[in-house]
């Protein structure tokens, strides 16, 4: 006897934004700005790909790098505890 598969969830597509924050905004992502950049943080403390943000290549590398400045200076944390 044969086993019957069960149907396969599909996964929903995230809706992304088609134009990069920054370039709309046109400013450039800071370390000093947190709430700015606690936008691109999960709940858990990660930084959101650039298919789920919307940036472009050149601000989300940059928001990377500030991102890493802020935890190093202590004004976002590394991991979130809960």
Known sequence: M????QPRKRM?????????????AKK???FSDVAEL??????????????????????????TTEVKHARYLALLPFVVRG
Do not use: W
């Not at 995230?14 to 370039?23: A, E, M, W």
């Not at 858990?44 to 919307?54: D, F, H, L, M």
């Open 12 to 24: 929903q597509k995230v809706n992304t934004p088609k134009k990069c924050y920054f370039d709309e």
């Open 28 to 30: 450039e992502p800071t």
């Open 38 to 63: 606690q936008r691109f943080i999960t709940e858990r403390g990660k930084i959101i790909p650039r298919s789920r943000s919307g940036l472009c290549a050149k601000h989300q590398k940059t928001l």
């Open 2 to 5: 044969a086993k019957k598969s």
